[in-house]
């Protein structure tokens, strides 16, 4: 429900509590005072349906927000491609990342690893990535990275 919807449901709650404080205030005057306790009760119960209402309006919102980071949890899913113990995000101009598998898996969130180093070893150079808060780490071999045009490379000069 958009916020003018909401806005334009509350004001009509608070408008018929008005028109019942008004009719029971009538009521009193013109000498009918067992109505009034009526006029009251129902007073009562519309302001308890303006609160249900509120925490549903409330409920609502929530679970909008839910499916929105679902819908975008699941987009994000479809890019991603698993290598070298990090995942990879594949976009048009290449590969991006790596991301740390522990905080997509368990949080759905890409948390980038930082690169930690570039060692020499018998199969050839990689580059050392490490994301901190998981403790996850990954050795990149530097030909997949070029094959794959990982965008972590750009700022990487030609050796």
């Not at 925490?55 to 991603?80: C, G, M, P």
Request: glycine share 6%; hydrophobic share 35%; aromatic share 8%.
């Amino acid at each position: 429900m958009d916020p003018a919807t909401i806005t334009g449901v509350l004001a009509a709650g608070s408008h018929v509590v008005n028109l019942l404080k008004t009719a029971a205030e009538a009521l009193k005057k013109s000498g009918k005072p067992e109505a009034v306790g009526s006029i009251v009760e129902i007073q009562v119960a519309m302001m308890d349906l303006l609160q249900k209402q509120h925490a549903l309006i409330d409920e609502n919102r929530q679970f909008r927000e839910r499916v929105r980071d679902l819908e975008d949890s699941l987009a994000i899913k479809d890019t991603l491609e698993y290598h070298h113990s990090a995942y990879w995000r594949s976009t048009a101009e290449g590969l991006d990342g790596p991301f740390s598998p522990t905080q997509w898996e368990l949080e759905r969130r890409l948390v980038r690893m930082r690169r930690y180093g570039r060692q020499q070893y018998e199969d050839g150079e990689k580059l050392h990535f490490y994301e901190p808060n998981s403790k996850d780490s990954a050795y990149v071999p530097m030909t997949y990275m070029q094959e794959k045009k990982a965008l972590v490379l750009k700022d990487e000069a030609p050796q």
